[in-house]
């Protein structure tokens, strides 16, 4: 096999690595591992929500229909509720055990309902 | 003699026998009149009306209100050939099982009989709306697109709509079935023919004749051995009210509830918005279509189960027109969609509509007033009620959409409705008068008995939707045609 040669270009596998590595830190971003974590008491779980502009708005449409509400109290039922469960897993188990929440009308799982709520308590 | 005649070119004074008087040529009197056609009983049809409108002849259904607004009582219905199926929008469905039912939470529910009792009609009826085949929620099977919903007590449902194709209007039982009713040889029609007073025999255990006037001032009697009355869901009070010369308050009105329980479809405005997160609705949600050889449209409804379970009523929600949504509307879909891990980018949001069943209520009544008609009637007052509880409930079947809209992921809902203020700012009626004259087994709680014969008058019936006890929230017109032609086959039996 005299004269065969493999060989290998430095210039691909960099352009590769680069590429693996952007690809890591969108996949890291999309993960929410470089997001910071919300400010404030409840930022623990507020992170849990993808989008924290709408959260307040839909948060002080529940809160105008919602007499006492404890947001402390709230946020450890919450930390309970998802603790070991996405917050997928937990809408889905209020939606098919008819935990329904109201926020100025729109009929919401009960525990997005509440983390708006935080949202618009902080 | 002709088959159709003018009441006001029969001489007055005259005395007309007949074996059966029908008095309202609407579809209930057309149809009953149809269904006895070719036997021996020799029928006289006597319509108010003739064949086209006439502001004279309508005005005698001129009124008054109080309590919740309502429409007019001369502009929700029609008094000519035909009645109100000149102006009825054609939808059509069977009532449900569970709308026959006694319903302990529901006070004063339950017909006499089961839903199978009329079941065997409705294929005749569905034939004289010439509605196509029935086929109603078979079409959930054959139809794509319909609008996934997870689990829960809110189903599509569909309707089927009378002859609706292109600029062909529903069925005008007048125009439609006018050449039918002149090839009855057994069938005399009297237009302009108005029924002023039924006059029993002095025991009032039988109808012993009839009062017949016309506007140009002729006045004559008919005789007949039976006599249905057919008038409509309000005339038909009317008329036994004001017929109080034996009894005197009024025929078949021994205890008080001639009159009494009217309801109607209460059909509330934009009741709640309706998102899709994909933004795409077929188009029979929206329209009626030609589909399956039948035109229809699609609803959402309460399940059997679901009414049952959590004592609610019959409604259908409709989805109407495209709307924008507000600052909040737009973050609750985000974060709902967010949330659910859903794409919503293409969100389209609908204004939903309704039509939802009453509970029945004594209390919602008309009553005769001093005022008279041209014809010297005394004029109807309604008392019209709607209970907080009827709105709550369609309400709560709302919501269980919503539910089930999200537990599928495709979309959400907006009650936009809440006080009773709220829904009253938005109502509109369904013009479909029912309960008036209401069946029961026992004539302390209803007017007629279950074959729609007036309690305690061998001779005298009701045909029509004034004797539903409970409403349901399907359309009445092809139910009352069901029971009318029970009510023939009752008929064919006596004069046997």
Redesign the interface.
Known sequence: MSGWKTTISRRPVIAGALALFGLAIGGAYEAGLFRARPKGPYGDLLSSLDDLDDAPIVGRAYLAETKNFDAKAVAAQLRTRLSNRSLSDVLNIDITGNQIAEAGGWVLPETLALLCALAASR | MPIFTDARAVPAGTTIDTDLAIIGAGPAGITLAMALANTPIRILLLESGGGEYEEKIQALYKGSETGVRYLPLDACRLRFLGGSSNHWGGWCRPLDDSDFEKRAWLPYSGWPFTRAEIAPYFARAQALIEAGAPVYDELKDKMDGQIAL?DGGVYTSYFQFSKTRGDVTPTAFGERYSADLRRIANLQLMEHANVTGLRLAHDAKSLDRLDVATLSGNKFTVKPKYAVVAAGGIETARLMLASNDVMKTGVGNGNDLVGRFFADHAIPRNT??LVLFDGKIAPYYKTTIDAAGVHFRATFSPTESFKRERQLLGSLTTVENHVELD??????V???A????VDASNARAFALGCGLEMAPDPDRRFTLTNERDALGMPRLQLHMTIADSDFARYRETI?EL??QL??AKTG?????R?TRSEWLAVMDWGNHHMGTTRMHDDPKQGVVDANSQVHGIANLYVAGSSVFPTYGSSNPTMNLLALTLRLADHLKTVFR
């Open positions: 997870g709640a918005t600052a909040l509307g737009k973050a609750a985000a974060e709902t967010s949330a659910l891990g919501k919503g539910r999200l537990a959400m809902i907006r009650l936009d809440k």
